[in-house]
């Protein structure tokens, strides 16, 4: 059974910066498309960033688009979301997601995914 712990929320200030972290057990990551979602209160759920399995195909929302940067480092088997220039709307609960693709799907991102975790807080706030 995969599971996937996040770490790495905090309180910033606007402009600042934070680093979360999502690091997956239980099984091999090398064979998983990562996602990071966020959701702030009385919003959706929305896709932050995707990392495919290969590592090759990167996706933004474009709300975050030049200020974060996603990651993954297999051997650690944890996966980066570097936040820069951080806004009051980035204010959220983060999820990491794992699913599992074949090597037909390496260079892809996809829609659903089966594992998650339980969430990191981010405020961002003067």
């Known amino acids: 059974q995969l599971q996937l712990v996040e770490s790495g929320g905090g309180l910033v200030q606007p402009g600042g910066s934070l680093r979360l972290s999502c690091a997956v057990s239980g099984l091999s990551l090398d064979v998983y498309t990562i996602a990071w979602f966020r959701q702030a209160p009385g919003s959706e759920r929305e896709g932050v960033s995707c990392?495919?399995?290969?590592?090759?195909?990167?996706d933004y929302a474009d709300s975050v688009k030049g200020r974060f940067t996603i990651s993954r480092d297999n051997a650690k088997n944890t996966v980066y979301l570097q936040m820069n220039s951080l806004k009051p709307e980035d204010t959220a609960v983060y999820y990491c997601?794992?699913?599992?693709?074949?090597?037909?799907?390496?260079?892809?991102?996809?829609?659903?995914?089966?594992?998650w975790g339980q969430g990191t807080q981010v405020t961002v706030s003067s």
């Open positions: 997601a794992a699913e599992r693709v074949t090597r037909l799907l390496r260079h892809r991102c996809v829609v659903q995914y089966d594992y």
């Open positions: 990392i495919s399995r290969s590592g090759e195909r990167l």
